[in-house]
Nanobody, 126 residues
Framework: QVQLVESGGGLVQAGGSLRLSCAAS????????IGWFRQAPGKEREFVAT????????YYADSVKGRFTISRDNAKNTVYLQMNSLKPEDTAVYYC???????????????????WGPGTQVTVSS
């Protein structure tokens, strides 16, 4: 079992940056695939980014490619989502999730992930 807690959300102007953190306890993140998802008001939760087991690969939604970067700090057992050039349409609750299965599930599907954090709000003003 793994517990995940997101932090780093807040209010930022368009064009600004935020770094979200996903801290884990109960398991070592280095050998777990971690995904970031987001849910805007009135919309379904959607895939944002993922870093696969052992940090070997990263994948991004087209809407954030080139602006967001996912990374892992094994010493801190934390995964980060660096968000640059933020847009009002990035406003959402951001969730991190852990896929403990081996082999890992399909990275952009929510059902591939076994554990979820409570989420952190990101609001981008225009």
């Amino acid at each position: 079992q793994v517990q995940l807690v997101e932090s780093g959300g807040g209010l930022v102007q368009a064009g600004g940056s935020l770094r979200l953190s996903c801290a884990a306890s109960g398991r070592t993140l280095s050998n777990i695939a971690i995904g970031w998802f987001r849910q805007a008001p009135g919309k379904e939760r959607e895939f944002v980014a993922t870093i696969r087991r052992l940090g070997s690969s990263t994948y991004y939604a087209d809407s954030v490619k080139g602006r967001f970067t996912i990374s892992r700090d094994n010493a801190k057992n934390t995964v980060y989502l660096q968000m640059n050039s933020l847009k009002p349409e990035d406003t959402a609750v951001y969730y991190c999730a852990a896929d403990l299965s081996f082999p890992s599930g399909i990275y952009f599907q929510q059902r591939s992930y076994d554990y979820w954090g409570p989420g952190t709000q990101v609001t981008v003003s225009s």
